[in-house]
């Protein structure tokens, strides 16, 4: 088996990140599931996002 670890890191609260979040994750397990290779742990930071004045800056 092959197994790896997921960081996710995302500004996922900012407009429709959190729709574009999902389907990234509905993506990376398709692939996943056909390679064979899965996720069995990891870390995320899910707000990636900050203000500077009147802009909304993603990270990293």
Do not use: F, Q, Y
């Not at 670890?5 to 990234?24: C, D, F, I, Q, R």
């Not at 599931?33 to 069995?40: E, K, M, N, T």
């Amino acid at each position: 088996d092959v197994k790896c670890s997921g960081n996710w890191m995302w500004g996922s609260k900012v407009g429709s990140e959190g729709g574009a979040l999902v389907a990234a994750c509905d993506a990376l397990v398709a692939a996943m599931h056909r390679l064979g290779v899965a996720i069995d742990g990891g870390k995320d930071s899910l707000s990636m996002a900050a203000r500077v004045g009147t802009e909304t800056v993603m990270a990293p």
